[in-house]
């Protein structure tokens, strides 16, 4: 017999070999400083790399920045300010950007599951290892569960063909919108507005239905607003549809749109990574970190200091000539909230209830940083009604604006209250949250370790609750995800 292989321990590979191994996955900033903290060999200095690297993690951090779609945008001034916001740590970076990137996108939790949230008026959808579930009041079939469904006061799965892995989901009032890992759109809910993007169809599609007209058009995120919707295709270009009596659309004019149109003044100015959607305006982000706003101009929601309506997309001077470099932005129902590369916070619109957080409730016409929270490197911002949630890169989240049935989890606060500046939220200081999306009057948020937080009103199921009416205290929320393929009906094979 020959001689059998000698074992190779992880500290006799070469150091190169270890970068190699490292930056070819999709390892998270956490994932390095757990490896840091537990093996020798990834705290060590190499004189393969520059002094400027504490350790041969640090340098992996540095390369796996590198290649981050959000540091690549950055502009090398930029890069500075973010390298020098995150105190020289290169693993501080690395998790700024896929904090940021989760916050719209899938998270990453450490049971292996990827989950998101997206909250409706008065329901609730969440993703879970690539399937969908629903909850709340089905409005025209936005639960996307049949016609029979009314109101679910528990988490069940929307039925998808067996092969579909959905990625992305955006809940509105009447609506919704599902994106699957093919780049395919799914939409269900009202549709007598042709927000679901199906032509002139104008009936209620109480099951998900392919979009046609996207077939071959590969997206990657949806923003449904009240009566119209957006699709960002991962080549960074803009399709609307639905209503367009303020210019939501895009196109130039107010005529609405009953299937999909690409916004043909969006591709010619760039690549857009990023879309929100009020309920008449739109706001995309591009990746050089300008943000083009349309639409409704009430409530000063377009950030150009004043009500116009645009009926194409205008650049916001306001970042511009200042160099900021926004990476994501909150459309809520009177006010808008950004978020800029190095963490910072700005918000505009109505003031009312202290929505933007500066302490009053004045209106703000163009964006005003948040400057009480400026110590802070911020992750995420999530805007509705009068209320607002900023999410730290610690998992902190901070909130202030209208209690609104408790929607704000103040549980020391009454159900109207008005909270004028941003305050902790207390009760979830022992969880680190990932990911928020708030609703017309209640909050849903997934932690680091795929648990689901509710809190606020309940009448309608919306916190998977059957026996509460309202929470201001966050309740956990258990969600059922054994796939009952005895539940699929016949009837909606046709709709895909």
């Not at 501080?92 to 899938?106: G, T």
């Not at 892995?165 to 009032?173: K, L």
């Not at 690409?262 to 690549?271: D, R, T």
């Not at 939220?425 to 948020?445: E, F, K, M, P």
Request: proline fraction near 3%.
């Amino acid at each position: 017999m020959g001689d059998r292989p000698r074992s190779i321990f992880i500290d006799e590979l070469p150091s190169h070999l270890l970068v190699q191994i490292l930056t070819s996955g999709r390892l998270s900033a956490t994932d390095l400083a757990c490896l840091e903290q537990t093996c020798q060999v990834f705290r060590g200095n190499y004189a393969l790399f520059p002094p400027i690297f504490q350790s041969l993690i640090d340098y992996v951090a540095f390369q796996l920045c590198g290649i981050h779609p959000i540091y690549v945008s950055l502009s090398s001034n930029a890069r500075k300010d973010l390298f020098d916001r995150c105190d020289g740590n290169w693993k501080r970076v690395l998790r700024f950007l896929q904090s940021v990137e989760q916050s719209s996108d899938l998270v990453n939790t450490s049971s292996g599951n990827q989950m998101q949230i997206s909250t409706g008026s008065y329901h609730t959808l969440v993703i879970s290892n690539s399937s969908i579930y629903s909850c709340g009041s089905s409005l025209c079939g936005v639960l996307g569960r049949g016609p029979e469904i009314t109101r679910s006061g528990s988490f069940e799965r929307i039925n998808f063909p067996s092969s579909s892995q959905v990625v992305h989901v955006s809940a509105s009032h009447n609506h919704a919108a599902f994106l699957l890992l093919s780049g395919e759109v799914f939409t269900c809910g009202d549709n007598p507005s042709f927000c679901c993007g199906h032509g002139e169809v104008g009936r209620a599609l109480f099951w998900p239905k392919l979009v046609e007209t996207l077939k071959g058009v590969s997206c990657k995120q949806a923003a449904t607003g009240l009566s119209f919707t957006a699709f960002l295709t991962r080549q960074g270009h803009v399709y609307t549809c639905g209503t367009n009596a303020h210019g939501q659309l895009g196109h130039g004019d107010n005529v609405d749109r009953p299937t999909p149109k690409i916004v043909e003044a969006l591709k010619g100015v760039g690549h857009v990574v990023q879309i929100a959607a009020g309920p008449s305006y739109t706001l995309a982000v591009m990746d050089d970190g300008t943000v083009y706003s349309f639409g409704s101009g009430t409530n000063f929601c377009l950030g150009h200091g004043e009500q116009h309506n645009e009926l194409q997309p205008r650049a916001i001077q306001f970042f511009k000539r200042r160099n900021i470099h926004v990476v994501r932005v909150s459309a809520g129902d009177e006010h808008v909230v950004a978020l800029d590369s190095n963490g910072y916070v700005y918000t505009w619109g109505k003031g009312y209830c202290g929505a933007l957080g500066h302490g009053d409730e004045n209106d703000k016409t163009i964006p005003a940083l948040l400057s009480s929270i400026k110590g802070h490197l911020v992750v995420q911002v999530c805007a509705r009604k009068r209320k607002t949630f900023v999410l730290i890169e610690n998992g902190s989240v901070y909130a202030f604006g209208w209690m609104a049935f408790g929607s704000l989890g103040f549980s020391d606060r009454g159900p109207s209250d008005k909270v004028l500046k941003p305050q902790i939220l207390d009760n979830l200081r022992a969880h680190h949250v990932s990911q928020i999306s708030t609703g017309l009057y209640h909050t849903v948020v997934i932690t680091n370790k795929g648990l689901i937080f509710g809190f606020g009103d309940n009448e309608r199921g919306q916190l998977g609750h059957d026996s509460l009416r309202a929470c201001r205290k966050p309740i956990q929320i258990e969600m059922e995800e054994a796939l009952d393929e005895a539940g699929l009906v016949a009837g909606i094979i046709s709709n895909y």
